[in-house]
């Protein structure tokens, strides 16, 4: 337990600190194979794991068709930061503890952020107000915390608001800092849904629901007429350029994302059954134009998104395979949901990563990747002996 609590602060600071203690999180774990195999034999039995161990199984076969194997065993070898579930799983009797170091971990890294905000703190000669890993990472902690810090805000009485409301204007501060489109739409997203949720599967948690819903919106319009600039300037930014493309004065739809996505689905359609193969993208679309103003889009080694990566790369066996693993695990997190609405922090945070994933290729690097694997683990895995009411 200490050792997971100690590799999720690692993983919000920088790509060595998480190296450090994703690798000890791992020698524990291989360390006490013999007593945790059972457990683990347990969860291969979980639909959503086989599904999972499917697609990964499918993206391995396909760099036999990949033009760039290479690439292909490096996007493999980045899918080992899943054994965050497995390597999670054992501790679920510890959920509580594990759900507060994440939050934890979200407090460093949001203290990470303060120091680039108020004392001018920089890497590289840039502030660290988005954190030193990457702005859609720092996004998405944030984001994810407030929807835990939000729903403990409700759970329970007085005592608990007082600690959670302050947390939860502070992760919103955070998200802010960050800056990101991706995390501000899984925000939206998690409010409308994880709420939605809530009550209609938690047996008399409409009222908690609603309030937990208004108090997040609230918390977001206050703190974004504090310290929205950056993120409000993306967004008009977004906005400009869909009305210029509507009246037709640029030559793509919005921005470079629009462009790289246009370019991969071209190359798609010439393998659209299996894909060009894992790792292929860049290779397949090399000779594909898409005219664009700013930048050379073959500068870029992906779409800049999971599912438009996944099936350029896989094809639709493997877009099909991901998306019945994604429906299978959200059957069994809202099963899970019913009996013990406090996963509601870990299933909200889970919507935020599936969603932001459709403007990032969450797949290829393991600094997106972590935190889907652990939201995912808490959502799912066995129930804990005590229950927070």
């Not at 501790?91 to 108020?118: D, E």
């Not at 802010?176 to 501000?184: E, K, P, S, V």
């Not at 929205?228 to 921005?255: F, H, R, Y």
């Amino acid at each position: 337990m200490l050792v997971a609590s100690f590799a999720m602060a690692m993983e919000s600071i920088s790509t060595a600190t998480a190296s450090v203690g994703f690798a000890s999180l791992c020698a524990v774990g291989i360390l006490r194979a013999g007593v945790l195999w059972p457990i683990w034999c347990s969860m291969w039995r979980e639909a959503w794991v086989k599904l999972l161990l499917v697609w990964i199984a499918w993206s391995a076969l396909s760099i036999a068709w990949s033009p760039d194997p290479i690439t292909g065993l490096d996007r493999l070898w980045n899918l080992k930061f899943l054994l965050w579930i497995p390597l999670l799983w054992p501790l679920h009797r510890h959920w509580a503890w594990l759900l507060g170091s994440f939050l934890f971990a979200t407090l460093v890294l949001q203290g990470v952020q303060a120091s680039g905000v108020f004392f001018d703190v920089r890497k590289k000669g840039m502030l660290v107000m988005a954190g030193m890993r990457h702005p859609t990472m720092a996004g998405m902690w944030d984001a994810i915390a407030l929807s835990c810090w939000l729903f403990l805000s409700v759970v329970s009485g007085w005592r608990m608001a007082l600690l959670s409301l302050p947390m939860a204007v502070l992760c919103a501060f955070g998200f802010f800092w960050a800056g990101q489109r991706a995390a501000l739409v899984g925000l939206l997203a998690e409010i409308a849904v994880a709420n939605a949720l809530l009550a209609v599967v938690a047996a008399g948690w409409v009222k908690r629901a609603l309030i937990r819903g208004t108090i997040g919106l609230a918390i977001l319009l206050v703190v974004y007429s504090a310290s929205g600039k950056q993120l409000v300037t993306k967004i008009n930014q977004a906005a400009k350029e869909a009305s210029q493309s509507l009246s037709g004065d640029t030559p793509v739809i919005m921005e470079a994302r629009m462009a790289l996505w246009t370019m991969s689905l071209e190359a798609w359609r010439a393998s659209p059954v299996v894909g060009r193969g894992l790792g292929g993208y860049a290779d397949a679309t090399k000779s594909i134009v898409v005219p664009f103003k700013d930048a050379t889009l073959h500068e870029f080694t992906t779409p800049h998104s999971t599912y438009v990566t996944i099936l350029t790369e896989c094809g639709l066996v493997g877009l099909g395979l991901f998306v019945l693993w994604a429906i299978v695990f959200f059957g069994r997190a809202i099963a899970m949901l019913r009996d013990d609405p406090v996963r509601i922090g870990a299933i909200g945070g889970a919507i935020v990563w599936f969603t932001a994933a459709a403007f990032d290729s969450f797949n290829t690097r393991g600094v997106f990747l972590t935190v889907g694997a652990i939201m995912i683990a808490l959502s799912v895995m066995p129930h804990r002996e005590t229950r927070l009411r």
